[in-house]
């Protein structure tokens, strides 16, 4: 995740992802990643039965999950601008939240 973590300095705006070659790596690189993250929620998600990450409300999970799908099976409906402001917006806020599930579970264990 910290691929986008704050932005990045390779892409100061949604269209840097498309504007060059780079961009558009970087575009994929971060996809991949939220892919990823997306496709471990959603298998966390099931195996609990939704009961783990119920216990994090102020992660919108069905959002992460919905990403993550749009990337696996629509990957031509991507939006460089929705990436830009995940990256902007919830990364750190997510990132924060796994932080403390991994506390959590040191704590339990």
Same mark, same amino acid.
């Given at each position: @995740? /910290? #691929?986008?973590?704050?932005?990045?300095? *390779?892409?100061?705006?949604?269209?840097?992802?498309?504007? &060059?070659?780079?961009? *558009?790596?970087?575009?994929? /690189?971060? /996809? @991949? !990643?939220?892919?990823? %993250?997306?496709?471990?929620? *959603?298998?966390?998600?099931?195996?609990?039965?939704?009961?783990?990450?119920?216990?994090?409300?102020?992660?919108?999970?069905?959002? !992460?999950?919905? @990403?993550?799908?749009?990337?696996? +099976?629509?990957?031509?409906?991507?939006?460089?601008? %929705?990436?830009?402001? &995940?990256?902007? #917006? +919830?990364?750190?806020?997510?990132? $924060?939240? %796994? *932080?403390? @599930?991994? #506390? $959590?579970?040191? &704590? $339990? /264990?």
């Amino acid at each position: @995740m /910290s #691929a986008c973590r704050g932005g990045s300095p *390779r892409c100061g705006s949604p269209e840097d992802f498309i504007a &060059t070659e780079e961009g *558009r790596e970087h575009l994929d /690189s971060i /996809s @991949m !990643v939220l892919l990823s %993250v997306g496709e471990a929620f *959603r298998q966390i998600n099931e195996k609990t039965q939704g009961e783990f990450l119920k216990q994090y409300p102020e992660i919108p999970w069905r959002a !992460v999950i919905g @990403m993550r799908n749009i990337l696996a +099976h629509d990957y031509f409906d991507v939006n460089e601008k %929705v990436i830009f402001n &995940t990256c902007e #917006a +919830h990364i750190m806020p997510l990132m $924060d939240t %796994v *932080r403390r @599930m991994l #506390a $959590d579970l040191e &704590t $339990d /264990s």
